[in-house]
């Protein structure tokens, strides 16, 4: 256990001692205080019934931050430690294979966690500002958050597993962004496209972050949107082990 | 401590290492010494168990590197080649990282970290960034990675390359003085590095070992060593009167030199060191001398020797 905390650690540092992870945590304030301004002004031209924090989580603006800074926050993980041949110094120490898939996916995770602990004041101040009780209501805030740790999970987990494909971070960042915006679309008004059959049209829409996104920001917490990250995050994460494993295969 | 058997890796289209064989005993320091492609690192990394080989095997300390990988890994220190660190991270921090992944606790990591950092001469710089550092010093760092854990068996992938000539000699200096307490192997392409710091030898070429011996009985097996050059000031029918006929000397050769100074090339009988006998007969005539060397061949003829008939087969 001691040994996956220090490799946690070192996930984390490998962010915070570089300006790397400070750019990441800028350019997120910055899009979501982007897309907050944007949101309100909309909706003081054409009033809206739902609290704006959970219009939020609808717009483009929260998904735009989710899909470019996932593969930023990977790229990393794997790829650049291949480069550098840390890798091999890594795999030559006694540490398990799943120890450092799951640690290198705990890193990347608590620091895309981190990256949304300033919106929580941000939240808070609009409180203060508009005097609405309802913009920071503890449980929504709470199911909401979990919610942004459950995509954060998926959306890490995919990143890992694009890093381990290859040494080069570009390439890895470029994977983990098509998979994921694929992922993301998956559920993208499946009925639109006229090509489906009929039974995949509902399979889909249970696919859709969009909507999952909703219910967790109004405080929603369905069960099988919960299963449905865990399992995708899971099968990312044994792919991942999979190709690390495999650099033993005969 | 190391027992290779019939050691093979193929890689698509190439073989980098073709059935070698080879024991290592506990305390012994070896070279692994080649051109670059020769296999070492390859070898290296399949004893590391980093990689797994094609077929054959390798026991490290009686652990199959292959089935038992973390036995293995506890009981090596690697370094693999062009030394990888986390170049962000401080010295201090990034030892105590790599020993807690060898599994040291809390405490022994600190004494570990403590004590290589004394012992590769790290002291003053266990506070600053290993990036910031001087090539010479990330080596150091490399080493005391390698080290702490207090390995029965350390690995150095080229643990000279890209350094000044200072900073080689001290890194030889640490290896040497690794060998005393703990069991060495390093691979080099430098022939020089092998006879200063190894007691054995084997010589890599294309995947195959070419020769293994102690570095000094590789020089005898030659048969090409211990000729001595005297530059003496005399005629060369007194010399060759003086040489000729000693039982000891095999082969004499005369050469004039500037003024009446003569060098006089003598190939010995047997292996003997005709230095004491040279001076003795020069003493006896009165002449006047100014060199007496014994040449010693050097693995670099041994090793352009060795290889020149295979290059030719290819």
């Given at each position: 256990m001691s040994v996956f905390f220090a490799l946690v650690r070192r996930e984390l540092g490998g962010h915070f001692n570089s300006l790397t992870g400070y750019v990441v945590i800028a350019a997120v304030l910055l899009l979501t205080g982007f897309g907050l301004v944007d949101l309100i002004e909309r909706i003081r031209q054409m009033p809206y019934d739902a609290p704006v924090t959970e219009l939020f989580y609808q717009t483009t603006y929260f998904w735009l931050v989710v899909l470019l800074t996932s593969p930023v926050i990977t790229m990393r993980t794997y790829a650049a430690e291949k480069a550098t041949g840390t890798y091999e110094a890594l795999m030559t120490t006694p540490v398990g294979d799943w120890q450092v898939v799951l640690a290198k996916f705990a890193g990347a995770l608590v620091f895309f966690l981190l990256t949304w602990v300033p919106f929580i004041g941000v939240l808070f101040s609009l409180r203060q500002i508009t005097g609405e009780a309802a913009l920071f209501e503890p449980v929504i805030v709470a199911v909401t958050f979990l919610g942004i740790a459950l995509v954060g999970a998926l959306f890490m987990a995919v990143g890992c597993f694009a890093s381990a494909l290859t040494r080069s971070d570009i390439i890895a960042a470029m994977v983990a962004f098509l998979f994921g915006i694929g992922l993301w679309m998956?559920?993208?008004?499946?009925?639109?496209?006229?090509?489906?059959?009929?039974?995949?049209i509902p399979a889909l829409e249970h696919m859709s972050m969009t909507r999952h996104m909703e219910d967790f920001a109004r405080g929603m917490l369905v069960g099988r949107y919960v299963i449905y990250y865990v399992t995708v995050t899971g099968l990312f994460l044994f792919l991942t082990h999979r190709i690390v494993q495999s650099r033993r295969w005969k | 401590m190391i027992e290779v058997e019939n050691l093979t890796k193929r890689y698509p289209g190439r073989t980098a290492v073709d059935g070698i064989s080879f024991q290592i005993g506990r305390g012994e320091v070896v070279g692994f010494l080649g051109p670059n492609g020769a296999g070492k690192s390859t070898t290296l990394r399949i004893l590391s168990s980093f990689l797994p080989a094609t077929s054959g095997t390798a026991r490290v300390a009686g652990f199959d590197v292959f089935r038992e990988p973390d036995e293995v890994r506890r009981r090596i220190g690697y370094m693999p080649e062009n030394n990888p660190l986390h170049l962000d991270m401080r010295v201090r921090e990034y030892l105590k990282f790599r020993a807690r992944l060898k599994g040291l606790g809390w405490r022994r990591s600190r004494e570990r970290v403590d004590a290589v950092l004394q012992q590769c001469g790290l002291t003053d710089v266990a506070g600053r960034i290993i990036g910031q550092l001087s090539k010479g010093y990330r080596q150091r760092v490399g080493l005391s990675d390698a080290l702490v854990h207090e390995p029965d068996l350390i690995i150095l992938d080229e643990p000279t390359i890209g350094l000044d000539p200072h900073q080689i000699r001290s890194v030889r200096a640490l290896v040497k003085e690794l060998g005393k307490q703990h069991t060495v192997v390093l691979s080099t392409h430098i022939l020089n590095e092998v006879e200063m710091t190894c007691s054995r030898v084997l010589i890599l070429h294309r995947g195959r070992i070419l020769a293994a011996d102690r570095t000094e009985d590789l020089g005898r097996r030659m048969s090409l060593d211990g000729q001595v050059v005297a530059e003496v000031e005399a005629s060369e029918a007194a010399l060759l009167e003086a040489f000729r006929d000693l039982p000891e000397v095999e082969h004499v050769e005369v050469q004039p030199l500037d003024g009446n100074f003569r060098r006089v090339a003598l190939v010995p009988r047997g292996g003997v060191d005709l230095r004491p006998l040279v001076y003795a007969e020069v003493r006896e005539n009165g002449w006047p001398l100014r060199e007496l060397t014994r040449s010693r061949q050097s693995l670099e003829d041994i090793f352009i020797h060795l290889t020149r008939g295979k290059v030719k087969e290819d």
């Open positions: 998956l559920g993208f008004r499946p009925e639109a496209s006229g090509m489906l059959p009929a039974w995949a | -």
